[in-house]
């Protein structure tokens, strides 16, 4: 074999070890359904020290099929550990099918050496990791890498200067930039925060630790959420200050010198290593995946796009059968040389309403945007209005906030929920269409355009789109959250986008467009002062009015798509 940097190189002769993958990867490989047959018995080689940029031995495990061939290899770079669900996830059944996986713990993480520093040292640690690949006697020069949310985000660290061996990629509910994930036009995504907050500093010491931390994460969480003032909060309920959140929460622009660096976006405008992208609808990393596509796409980049009807976790539960066969199709075709399982068309998607699949050529397709408009008598209209007259108002109180329900979040309430209980509040405005004489699909990225006077200057704007049927149940389409200053009592205008879909309201459905302050504790409460929200003590409520110069922007169908079975059918 020939390094691509030193010329060639000889390697020693490599015996593999007796060892069995760990047990309890055996016993919850043995729960799953709908996986394809194991081709190969796995062999397992733990607890491997690779050194990391600096010298930090990253301990790492290298899962290998247990038979006579030349087999290709996937990195799989994780901060959550080495144990469940990415050793039977990810070790196990790829090893079954026909890769050596390497499964590594990212610097200062399940017993690797150094310490953790939120993204500062994955690219450089990856590019190490590939430099102690090259010497393993079992590496046949063929890599490819697979993963998960911050696992997909050590992806695109390594194709930031992507080594040659790298020859596919598979991102799963893909994180590529860090703040996008934290904050969203100036709120904090607080509910996220303290999630990742407590997966990157317990889930990595094992199942006990992390279950013990979520109890009392939930215990906690309305005094963690509410506190006055914000900043800090957390430390009761995460055992101790973590200085890599201490930054991030206390960091809404996205300019601020200290998110340099933090992005891996630039990866993907230049890339030529072939991608699939997988996520769901309500996946807390949707927008990140779909924005992913189209810097691979302008990229002239070989890529694939899924999108099914998950959210960030079920989409590795509920949905793994399908994410499982959509990534190793992809891995076999490039990895292999094996196309047979890839899908006819670039993109696949889950249309909710219907329940079913369709394959598009591209994402998204081509639509007509579709303005819809609000009423004072409360209703929901493609009538453009005649004035800009305020057609409702309502009162925001930030010491009772408006409560969060399901949408695009990491907890286990995230995706679709009925909305009436929340819809009942006077501190919410909905804006309901008529019952619908032919089925529509929305197809595409979805916004409001909102004219808005307050007050006291300053409120957040959270706005979601509903599907509401003959039953009179209001269930969430996708939604956004923007943050306003306003000129006293003129009013003033933002655009909020709302991330996208791919929904059939059906016939005898409404559409309903949902208006409030707020989603807490998904977003951090705005104190309504203009002071920060992580250092406020002091809440103004505020009385906002929304003016007949606002829309709802959708993108409808204009034409018809190829139905798809599932994935994996």
């Given at each position: 074999m020939t390094s691509?940097?030193?010329?060639?190189?000889?390697?020693?002769?490599?015996?593999?070890?007796?060892?069995?993958?760990?047990?309890?990867?055996?016993?919850?490989?043995?729960?799953?359904?709908?996986?394809?047959?194991?081709?190969?018995?796995?062999?397992?080689?733990?607890?491997?020290?690779?050194?990391?940029?600096?010298?930090?031995?990253?301990?790492?495990?290298?899962?290998?099929?247990?038979?006579?061939?030349?087999?290709?290899?996937?990195?799989?770079?994780?901060?959550?550990?080495?144990?469940?669900?990415?050793?039977?996830?990810?070790?196990?059944?790829?090893?079954?099918?026909?890769?050596?996986?390497?499964?590594?713990?990212?610097?200062?993480?399940?017993?690797?050496?150094?310490?953790?520093?939120?993204?500062?040292?994955?690219?450089?640690d990856g590019r190490a990791t590939v430099s102690w690949l090259r010497e393993q006697p079992w590496f046949n020069g063929t890599l490819g890498t697979v993963g998960p949310s911050y696992l997909a985000y050590t992806q695109w660290a390594l194709a930031l200067d992507p080594p040659p061996e790298l020859k596919a990629m598979v991102a799963q509910v893909s994180l590529h930039d860090p703040h996008a994930l934290f904050h969203r036009g100036g709120a904090l995504h607080l509910e996220t925060a303290l999630a990742v907050g407590l997966g990157m500093n317990y889930q990595h010491q094992g199942m006990g630790p992390f279950l013990k931390a979520t109890l009392r994460l939930q215990r906690r969480l309305r005094d963690v959420t509410t506190a006055k003032p914000l900043r800090g909060a957390y430390a009761s309920a995460l055992g101790g200050e973590l200085p890599w959140l201490d930054g991030v929460m206390t960091h809404p622009d996205a300019k601020d010198p200290y998110w340099n660096g933090a992005s891996s976006a630039r990866s993907a405008e230049r890339l030529r290593v072939p991608t699939a992208l997988i996520t769901g609808w309500h996946d807390a990393l949707a927008d990140q995946t779909l924005e992913q596509y189209d810097r691979l796409r302008a990229a002239g980049c070989e890529t694939a796009l899924l999108v099914g009807p998950w959210t960030h976790t079920s989409a590795l539960q509920q949905g793994w059968p399908e994410v499982f066969a959509e990534s190793l199709a992809w891995l076999r075709a490039h990895l292999d040389a094996d196309p047979s399982g890839l899908r006819p068309t670039r993109v696949r998607v889950h249309i909710g309403g219907e329940n079913a699949w369709r394959n598009l050529a591209d994402w998204p397709p081509a639509t007509d945007l579709s303005p819809w408009f609000p009423t004072a008598q409360g209703h929901l209209t493609r009538q453009a209005p005649t004035d800009s007259a305020a057609v409702a108002s309502f009162r925001h109180d930030p010491e009772d906030p408006t409560p969060s329900l399901g949408g695009s979040v990491l907890s286990r309430t995230a995706g679709p929920r009925d909305n009436r209980t929340l819809e009942a509040r006077e501190d919410v405005l909905t804006f309901t269409g008529p019952p619908l004489t032919e089925p529509v699909d929305v197809l595409g990225p979805v916004s409001a355009r909102l004219s808005i006077s307050t007050d006291t200057g300053h409120t957040d704007v959270f706005t979601r789109l509903c599907d509401v049927d003959a039953q009179g149940r209001s269930v969430n389409v996708c939604d956004g959250l923007g943050r306003l200053r306003t000129d006293g009592q003129e009013p003033s205008?933002?655009?909020?986008?709302?991330?996208?879909?791919?929904?059939?309201?059906?016939?005898?459905?409404?559409?309903?467009w949902q208006i409030s302050a707020g989603a807490h504790p998904r977003y951090a409460r705005n104190p309504g002062t203009g002071e920060s929200q992580m250092d406020a003590t002091a809440f103004t409520p505020v009385h906002i009015t929304l003016h007949a110069d606002s829309a709802l922007l959708l993108g409808t169908d204009t034409r018809a798509c190829e139905p798809g079975p599932a994935p994996n059918g």
């Open positions: 691509p940097t030193h010329g060639p190189v000889s390697k020693p002769t490599w015996a593999p070890p007796a060892g069995k993958p760990p047990l309890s990867a055996r016993m919850m490989r043995a729960t799953w359904r709908r996986l394809p047959a194991k081709l190969h018995d796995v062999g397992w080689e733990p607890g491997l020290a690779v050194p990391g940029a600096d010298g930090s031995p990253l301990i790492t495990d290298h899962y290998f099929p247990r038979a006579e061939g030349d087999f290709p290899t996937l990195l799989v770079r994780s901060p959550y550990g080495r144990g469940l669900p990415w050793s039977p996830m990810y070790g196990l059944l790829f090893a079954e099918q026909g890769f050596h996986v390497v499964l590594q713990s990212c610097r200062g993480t399940g017993g690797s050496g150094g310490e953790f520093d939120l993204w500062r040292n994955e690219a450089a205008q933002i655009t909020v986008p709302m991330s996208s879909t791919a929904h059939r309201f059906a016939i005898g459905h409404r559409m309903r």
